[in-house]
């Protein structure tokens, strides 16, 4: 498994072309991508699938 993690004010469109060539090149299928600038962790949490 691969933890992307990003301290930024929003995920842009970058930042999910960038984890979703991550994951193509390591042959995974799904993958999270963790925010930290949340009031609440758990909202900063996103699962992308391939």
């Known amino acids: ?3 992307e993690l990003k301290a930024v004010d929003g995920i842009k469109c970058i930042h ?3 984890l979703l060539t991550y ?3 390591s042959e995974m299928d799904t993958d999270p991508l963790l925010k ?3 009031e609440r962790l758990k ?3 996103q699962r992308f699938r391939i």
Do not use: E, H, S, T
């Open 16 to 18: 999910k072309a960038q």
């Open 1 to 3: 498994m691969k933890i």
């Open 23 to 25: 994951m193509k090149l």
């Open 36 to 38: 930290f600038n949340v």
């Open 43 to 45: 909202d900063g949490i």
